[in-house]
């Protein structure tokens, strides 16, 4: 039953990815470097451009982490970008890849890279923002160690669902419920990326404190080109357009390999999900229903 699994689950992560990947997921292969279409926003001296640009690390010390942020910012898109975690004992310490707007109400989809402690697993959390509400918290445990390769992380925002990916993967579906009066992200983001203190809170709860003895933490990140419609505040209504790959028939909803894969991924590694929640959500959220 076990090794069926084991076998079920290698055909499902490994070899279908590349079918899935030759068919639907167009991907530019042209390598941008950095400065191309992407900012440092905080830290300048914890950022290091590597690779004449096509990598860049942040790291963090006792003094400061550091983060950067693409100069647009877009209405729909394919987003991705590879990354590196910090290693070692890297217990309170976040590296995030996400996307937000701007001003009140704001809209936020986020990878949180949650640190631990030697030899314990990386938590990733995914979490959703519409209109100012968050509070959707979702965490997985990776099927591989994340500090040791670069691995790819995407998000796919058009006007049917969202979807988290990792290695082509998906993790986690948010669908476009709005006719059901759930909100949905509907404002121009911008892309970051950070390694920041998360110590109060990242770690069994905030208890593991950063062990500073370990530092400097790095984070390594490729993949500066961006598949993403630009737009301004309030979404442009080109990015709605199927002119975009992106918004194509193809990606409304999961394909059935896509959806074994993300069951499986429910099945297996899931470790936290607020929809399941009870304590905090007596009666799941209507997104969680549908
Ligand atoms: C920060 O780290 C440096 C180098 O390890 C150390 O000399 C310094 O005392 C630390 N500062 C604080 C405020 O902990
Ligand atoms: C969500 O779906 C509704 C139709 O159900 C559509 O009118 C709306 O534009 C979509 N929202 C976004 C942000 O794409
Ligand atoms: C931090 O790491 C050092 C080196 O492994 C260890 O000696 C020390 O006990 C750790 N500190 C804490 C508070 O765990």
């Not at 076998?7 to 941008?32: D, N, Q």
């Not at 400061?64 to 209405?75: L, V």
């Not at 209109?131 to 500090?147: S, Y």
């Not at 006007?159 to 419920?177: A, G, L, S, T």
């Amino acid at each position: 039953m076990l090794l069926m699994s084991s076998l079920i689950f290698i055909f499902l992560v490994v070899l279908v990815p590349h079918v899935v990947l030759a068919r639907g997921i167009r991907r530019s292969e042209e390598i941008l470097v950095f400065d191309q279409n992407y900012k440092v926003t905080w830290g300048d001296n914890h950022v290091m451009s590597l690779n004449q640009g096509k990598e860049i690390q942040l790291t963090m010390d006792n003094s400061s982490g550091a983060g950067f942020a693409s100069k647009m910012t877009y209405g729909s898109g394919f987003f991705h970008m590879r990354i590196k975690v910090p290693g070692t004992d890297s217990g309170g310490v976040v590296t995030a890849y996400y996307l937000i707007s701007q001003g009140n109400r704001h809209d936020e989809l986020d990878f949180e890279f949650l640190g631990n402690k030697e030899g314990k697993p990386y938590s990733l959390q995914t979490n959703v923002f519409a209109d100012g509400e968050g509070n959707r918290e979702q965490r997985i445990h990776l099927w591989f160690d994340p500090t040791t390769n670069f691995h790819d992380y995407k998000i796919l925002w058009n006007p049917h669902q969202i979807v988290f990916y990792v290695d082509n993967i998906p993790i986690r579906v948010y669908k476009n419920n709005s006719n059901l009066g759930v909100s949905y992200p509907s404002k121009a983001m911008q892309i970051q990326a950070s390694l920041w203190n998360g110590e109060n809170w990242a770690t069994d709860g905030g208890q593991t404190k950063i062990n500073w003895s370990y530092a400097p933490f790095k984070a390594n990140f490729q993949g500066f080109d961006i598949s993403g419609c630009q737009s301004q505040s309030l979404i442009d209504p080109n990015c709605v357009s199927y002119n975009y790959w992106w918004n194509d028939k193809n990606y409304w909803c999961l394909d059935p390999a896509g959806q074994r894969q993300y069951e499986n991924v429910k099945q297996n590694y899931v470790i936290y999900d607020y929809c399941s929640d009870r304590q905090r959500y007596p009666i799941a959220p209507l997104e969680c229903i549908h």
